[in-house]
């Protein structure tokens, strides 16, 4: 063999020793093997989408015409109210303006008109965004949502999910466009009980679908995607923002898709919806009962289109002879004042209570306002007002619960002794702060007793320096509180200057009631349902402070009730409470507990258009204060609420050694509370008029109490005053503010 052929040999052989087979696993994975595989497992699956798409037929319209009836009931099983009567009118395509109908393709589906009715890359796109938390953005085409609200229900399974593939595919093959387009419109649910366009037009703007701007039809269009969420009236900030950008995206797909000219994009508003109505049958406190146990449901969990897809049997904790008590009272005591109709001044007036089991957790009672159907807005959950001095127990429980220390190194208890002094700079904090007592009084040295029971601004404001504020709000929220707006860790928090609702003040005085330990408020026990059945039980409690803290703050409360801003409430049965009376008398607030009952109850001064207004001059001459209405509604609703042997009960407190709840021994006036301004600049007149009373078995004046805005930073603030309950008068003839 020649040379060359042997070249020719090693050659082959080498080409052969490439091609050798593959030996052990990896015979099994070869590229050919895999992408046969691949194609075969592709064919088997078009073939099983095939005899899929052969087996499932479309299926006779739901129309949401089987919906039923949603049924509410007392704690004792008696019947509250039913719901669900469907809220909605079908209109003809031809009847939305053209740029209205536009919108919601714009906003969910602008391949609408060109694709095959299931738009794979977007449910793709949507499971992603879902599963990145960047929002709810399905990727369903216009037809899929239409088949879904149309022909199947809302379930989130596979199944379901498959079938609807399907019959959108054979939908869009057998239903013009139009036809799909106005199906969809009119079978959504815009929230507010409206399913349909023309229900939503109605109670969004309160005209019909064919008199609808572009702007308000964007509206409505970006409300779908999340309606709880977006709807205005009770959408967050955050929820306000995103239903803003949404809107905004919704037009500038209109321009992009030549839908709508740039020129009158740019000149378009945001169109803010009007405000709700409660629906018929919601009167009076029912509505608000409903609306409440319907948001905790969606807290936990069912969604606000189960909810209203009807079927529900759900049983509130609220106890009918209680909610008719506190109903009695407030009528009582507030409503029978005022004159609603004749007294713009009075129209004003809002009253909001919360009465919580301390031991369960359990919503016994809720007074919501006026009533659902004319007062929509519920005063007992509302969180835009400020708690004021009712704030100040949160301040001394956290001290005691961190073993915090005054300035000169000597910890804090009841009978550590405090500069009272008026208008005294905070020490220890890089935020100046020096507010005002009520009436500009000054009590020299107090002790942490005397302090709480005539809720003085002084000590207090010193206080939380010494906690920290930052201490002071953690243990709030672990109380009960809820963050939100306008919440600065800074001295002027001691006074109540953030956002708190009866329901949520109610929720912290129960955990202080209940030896520290916290259950948040929960009204609904239970809500049963063919295809499940949800038993609400009442969260494990967590130890939010120490008992000796809790008991301390609250045996520290006994001495408002019995000889300090709320004597009004003192009844047969030991009490604990705090008064509170915010910025320009805004609101006033009484919050106390029984051994068995934790209330809440606040009046709020609003405008129609709800903006915040004084309550001065309203339920009596002068100011309004939480020791005077608050607590009455208060005391009359606890005595018919507790049974005999429920008002003997008494308090089980270990508290810290030497603590007491001694009465003030030698008080020269009645013990209250003043309110105080958002701090300016330099300081402010003092009052040239500043009367005081000599008490009396039976005060001829209310008690009140105080807050303060956020403070500005100046070497020395001092709030203005506010008008004053019965005072004749400040400097330039302005009236004095009495706490």
Request: hydrophobic share 35%.
């Amino acid at each position: 063999m020649g040379r060359a052929e042997e070249r020719q040999a090693r050659q082959r052989g080498a080409r052969r020793a490439k091609k050798a087979k593959p030996t052990g696993i990896r015979r099994f994975f070869t590229w050919r093997k895999l992408l046969g595989t691949f194609f075969g497992l592709c064919l088997l699956a078009m073939g099983a989408f095939f005899v899929i798409y052969l087996m499932v037929p479309v299926p006779s319209a739901n129309a949401q015409a089987e919906m039923q009836s949603n049924v509410y009931k007392f704690s004792n099983g008696k019947i509250l109210t039913r719901t669900g009567k469907i809220n909605r009118e079908i209109v003809g395509l031809e009847k939305i303006p053209k740029d209205v109908q536009f919108t919601f393709v714009a906003a969910e589906n602008k391949t609408f008109f060109k694709d095959s009715g299931v738009d794979f890359k977007g449910t793709a796109r949507g499971l992603m965004n879902t599963l990145t938390g960047e929002g709810k953005q399905g990727g369903s085409t216009i037809t899929q949502q239409y088949v879904k609200n149309y022909y199947l229900n809302q379930d989130q399974t596979v199944t379901r999910k498959l079938k609807e593939l399907v019959i959108s595919l054979k939908v869009d093959q057998k239903k013009e466009k139009s036809e799909i387009l106005a199906g969809y419109i009119n079978t959504s649910y815009y929230g507010r009980n409206a399913y349909g366009i023309q229900a939503a037009a109605q109670a969004y703007y309160r005209k019909d679908a064919k008199d609808l701007n572009v702007a308000e039809g964007a509206y409505l269009a970006a409300l779908l995607q999340a309606p709880s969420q977006y709807d205005w009236a009770v959408a967050s900030e955050t929820g306000k923002k995103l239903v803003k950008e949404r809107w905004d995206y919704v037009l500038d797909n209109m321009v992009e898709e030549d839908w709508l000219e740039s020129g009158k994009r740019t000149g378009l508003k945001f169109p803010v919806p009007k405000e709700p109505k409660a629906a018929p049958g919601m009167e009076g406190q029912t509505g608000y009962l409903v609306d409440a146990a319907n948001a905790e449901l969606e807290r936990r969990g069912i969604s606000e289109e189960e909810i209203k897809a009807g079927g529900w049997t759900i049983t509130l904790n609220i106890d009918e002879k209680r909610q008719k008590a506190l109903v009695k009272a407030v009528d009582k005591q507030l409503e029978a004042r005022l004159e609603r109709k004749k007294d713009k001044r009075d129209a004003t007036v809002q009253a909001g209570a919360t009465s919580v089991d301390p031991k369960t957790g359990h919503v016994v009672a809720l007074y919501g306002g006026v009533g659902a159907t004319e007062h929509w807005l519920s005063n007992a959950t509302r969180r835009d007002y400020q708690p004021a001095s009712t704030f100040k127990p949160v301040v001394l429980a956290s001290a005691l619960e961190n073993d915090a220390e005054t300035q000169d190194g000597v910890k804090i208890g009841l009978n550590t002794k405090y500069d009272g002094t008026s208008k005294r700079p905070v020490e220890g904090s890089d935020v100046p702060f020096a507010p005002e007592n009520e009436d500009d009084r000054d009590y020299g040295m107090v002790s942490v007793q005397r302090a709480t029971n005539s809720s003085i601004n002084s000590v207090f404001a010193q206080m939380i320096v010494d906690v920290t504020p930052a201490k002071a709000k953690k243990t709030a929220l672990a109380m009960g509180m809820k963050e939100g707006k306008g919440w600065p860790e800074q001295p002027a928090m001691s006074l109540g200057t953030m956002g708190a609702s009866t329901w949520d003040m109610a929720g912290v005085y129960a955990t202080l009631d209940n030896h520290g330990k916290h259950l948040t408020p929960i009204i609904v026990k239970s809500a049963e349902h063919q295809v499940r059945d949800d038993h609400l039980d009442t969260d494990e409690p967590k130890q939010a402070v120490s008992r000796e803290a809790a008991d301390t703050t609250t045996a520290a409360m006994t001495g408002v009730v019995k000889s300090g801003s709320g004597t009004n409430a003192a009844g047969d049965y030991e009490a604990a409470g705090k008064t509170g009376t915010s910025e320009n008398n805004r609101s006033a607030w009484f919050v106390g507990y029984t051994p068995e009952l934790v209330t809440a109850v606040a009046l709020f001064g609003e405008d129609p258009k709800g903006g915040q207004v004084t309550l001065t001059d309203t339920v009596n001459e002068g100011r309004a204060n939480g020791g005077g209405v608050p607590a009455k509604i208060w005391k009359q609703y606890t005595t018919g609420a507790l049974s005999d042997e429920a008002a003997a009960a008494e308090f089980d407190l270990e508290v810290e050694e030497g603590a007491t709840a001694d009465p003030d021994p030698t008080p020269t006036q009645t013990p209250s509370e003043s309110p105080s301004q958002t701090p300016s600049k330099g300081p402010t007149k003092t009052p040239t008029k500043k009367p005081t009373k000599t008490p009396t078995d039976k005060p001829t004046k209310t008690p009140t109490d105080e807050p303060t805005g956020t403070p500005t930073e100046s070497p020395t603030i001092t709030p203005p005053t506010d008008p004053a309950d019965g005072d004749p008068g400040g400097p330039n003839g302005n009236p004095v503010i009495k706490p």
